[in-house]
């Protein structure tokens, strides 16, 4: 390179820092890949979702079995259409009264432990559901019908604050282009984990019997808790050791998620600004309608 009239060689030009590969380096790099927190929470509330929906919905299937629409054949239970819809309801009782107890203690508890501690205690309810029927009901004198829906009430309380926990979770890792899409990918597993299991619950119930598509798909839960508790994450990047300082800064500075916020007050002139929204109703409308045609569907 020729020098400068003043003898000085001249300035290189500064070089562009180079983003350093996930990848690794050399023939075999791929083998090294490192999926991102981020990507690593997205592909857990995914899984998260598809669980909790089978362990929902799987009732539905068990107890009405492949080849009849009568009330419970499958089961050995001697219930009516009025008992079957006790089994079926007894969800619902829990669900909608655990929702915001349950957000109020992920605020208090970190979203991180409570999320595992509402599906774990959730899938451990639905592994109760066949014993509570055939062996705890009579123990104790009652009827399984009632066994049964205890289990199911107890089981929807631990699945009301799920979502919201979640929605929390997956807020504090998107980027607001983001959320629409990954929301809906995310919900996608909704569909698909239930066509899956009414796919294979009959098979299930042929070969080992109904008890065992409530003792199966508990096993999903133990897998998807052993995931959360080695790489299951809070809403705060910046206090996630397995997030990278160039993600945590991305997240923190992008999302403008760097900045004190207040903490909210929850006074009731805030609950009844809420109450006075158009589009807090017209959700509620949706959810009123889904809540009440999905079970008249699968049934």
Known sequence: MEESLTGDAPAEPEAKAKEPSRFGEGPTAFLNLKISTRMS???MCMMATGTQLILRSVPFTATVGPDSMSAAPPTGYDWDEHEAGMVYASFGWGYCLSQIPGGMLSVK???KS???FFLSAAGLMNFLVPIAGDVLAPMFGFEPVYGV????FIFGLCQG?????QTAILSGWLHERERSTISALVGCCWALFQAFQAAVTPYFMEGWGWQYAFYTYSLFVAVWAYIWINFGVGIDPKLEPRCSPEEAD???DKLDKGKEKPKP???LAVWLAVAKQPVVWGMALCT????FGEPVFLT
Not at 149 to 152: E, I, K
């Open 149 to 152: 829906c205890l289990c199911r």
């Open 250 to 252: 991305y997240l923190v």
């Open 114 to 116: 409570t999320f595992l």
């Open 41 to 43: 929470v997205i592909l």
């Open 288 to 291: 009123v309608i889904k809540g």
């Open 265 to 267: 007050v929850l006074t």
């Open 161 to 165: 604050p799920l979502f919201p926990i």
């Open 109 to 111: 508890y970190g979203t």
